[in-house]
């Protein structure tokens, strides 16, 4: 998994409060199957159930369930919910193709906030589509901070973009803001300043080594002509 997009998962289990938690869970999700057995047509069961899967990372599983309580009742209330839950389930399984398809029809469909945006701005960079991940990005962004939501979600993963893409001094400043901001993403964002900045110290290192053996290397070419003219 690219690093990056580790972190955005990390950061975002948060920022939905679905963060990986111990053990405990996977008792939590026996009990809901069995109540699932008595009950298999109950959908508030099936999103309990699914949101226990992305929390212990089982995204076929999820995937399923939030299938499910679409296809038994499109109109309900929560839908809306399971339809972009099945989209990051399957963002987080690798299938970014059919995650961009359905963070798509979210949209089409009134869900147009930071958080389809947010999702469609990495599956388009995980495809390649740069340009529209930025656009995509931008606009979460705004949505975000007008909306006072998200935890400053989508500046961190404009600030993994960047690194991603090399741009390591705007990625720094990035992660520095966030740290200064003091928001909860701080200690995600000084993860990866530390790396940068570890990486700098080593590259620096590199470079002066390549530095000091540089004159050894004329040196010696300047022998082996020395010689070959004898």
């Not at 930071?114 to 495809?127: I, K």
């Not at 520095?176 to 570890?198: F, S």
Request: net charge positive; with cysteine; proline share 2%.
């Amino acid at each position: 998994m690219y690093v990056w997009l580790e972190g955005f998962i990390r950061a975002f289990e948060r920022s939905l409060d679905i963060q990986v938690l111990p053990e405990q869970i996977e008792m939590e999700i026996e009990a809901l199957e069995g109540e699932r057995r008595c009950h298999p047509l109950d959908t508030s069961l099936l999103m309990k159930l699914g949101v226990k899967y992305l929390q212990v990372r089982r995204y076929d599983k999820a995937a399923e369930c939030f299938r499910l309580v679409r296809g038994r009742d499109p109109q309900a209330r929560s839908a809306p919910r399971a339809l972009f839950f099945e989209g990051l389930a399957r963002l987080l399984r690798g299938r970014t193709d059919e995650a961009l398809d359905i963070f798509q029809e979210c949209r089409r469909k009134g869900q147009d906030n930071y958080r389809t945006r947010l999702m469609s701005a990495v599956c388009n960079y995980l495809l390649r589509d740069s340009d529209q991940a930025y656009r995509d990005l931008d606009r979460a962004e705004r949505m975000e901070r007008e909306r006072s939501a998200g935890k400053g979600t989508a500046r961190l993963c404009r600030a993994l973009f960047l690194e991603n893409d090399r741009r390591y001094d705007e990625a720094k400043t990035l992660y520095r803001d966030i740290i200064n901001e003091k928001i909860g993403l701080g200690e995600l964002a000084r993860e990866r300043l530390t790396a940068i900045e570890k990486r700098d110290r080593e590259t620096e290192r590199l470079r002066k080594k390549a530095r000091m053996f540089k004159p050894l290397e004329l040196s010696a070419e300047a022998e082996d002509i020395r010689f070959e003219g004898e």
